[in-house]
């Protein structure tokens, strides 16, 4: 088994993808970083100080502006009371919701990357995976070796287990240096507030705990990989099942594409809350933004991941250990 998990890792290596993913993720986080220093800019010029207090303030006076408008839809006004709700309570407990650093840049670049970015780099490993040996028509010589064909596939996705590892690895190692060239590697220990619960009456703080932003993170990176994966597996499934890796990640960008725009319009549609693409953001959970669907929580998120990476486990092995090669 090692040595055929060592074998796919040479051939992922040879194909140097994970290189270009990482200049991708480097190319974005500057970006990222670049946006991000100059909206500090402008609010600093703006209001004429940096203060985090003022700042939050004046967002606090915006969106209470904006809940005042009569052109905004319900939905959309019941996402900003919470929001003041939120900016309001940080204020009121003297903390800062974005201390100035490269590990809230961290935080911030994963959590809104975790529905889309991060699941489209994962996508470009999986899709490739099994499809390719079809491709190349080296799928044939690969399988009339002495070796069963579940382990053959449980090579591939172990390997795949190890490529979302790295791709999360890069990503946070990169953030957090190309960022703290601009905003500083301080910041590990700054305060943040978790357990924020969206009810039906709005924002429900009595489970809210304080948190160092080091643990807040390990636990956003755990969630971020877990997701990852889900997606990864998904798209492995189709690299069994399509012999085509450019069909195999054109179905899984439709659908990543198709769960971003259904998280803004499903909140009518109870059973959109099972489809895997409309639980991605299981970081908003931790942050207190009210759930694509009234009634979902973190748990039920997981849960419906796990049976989606769990089926297409079961998927991927059943049609690779059975269907005929030619």
Sequence with gaps: MNKLIQNEMMKLIAKKRLVVIALIIGVLV??????????????????????????????????????????????????????????QYYLDHNINPSEPGAPTFMRIFLENSIDLFIPLMVMVIASDLVSSEHSLGSIKLLLTRPVKRWKVLLSKYITLCIAVSLIIAIAGILSYVISGLVFGYKGWGAPI???????????????????S??????????????????????????????????????????????????????????????????NLRLTDYMTGNAPPIEGMTLSFSMMVLFIWWALALIVSFTVFTKKDVY
């Design 30 to 87: 500057m970006l990222f970083t670049y946006a991000q220093y100059k909206q500090f800019q402008t609010q600093r010029e703006k209001l004429g100080t940096s203060d985090w207090r003022t700042i939050l303030q004046q967002q606090i006076v915006d969106t209470t502006n904006r809940l005042s408008s009569s052109r905004i839809s319900d939905e959309w006004k019941k996402q900003l009371q919470i929001s003041l709700q939120q900016q």
């Design 193 to 211: 507030l978790t357990g924020f619960n969206v009810t039906d009456t709005g924002l429900n703080t009595t489970d809210v705990r304080l948190l």
């Design 213 to 278: 932003l080091w643990k807040f993170l390990l636990m956003d990176f755990g969630l971020v990989w877990f997701v990852a994966l889900v997606v990864g597996t998904l798209s492995f499934m189709l690299s069994v099942l399509i012999r085509s890796t450019a069909a195999g990640m054109g179905v899984m960008l439709a659908a990543l594409i198709s769960g971003a725009i259904l998280s803004n319009m499903v909140s009518s549609w109870q059973s959109a809350k099972y489809f895997f693409m409309v």
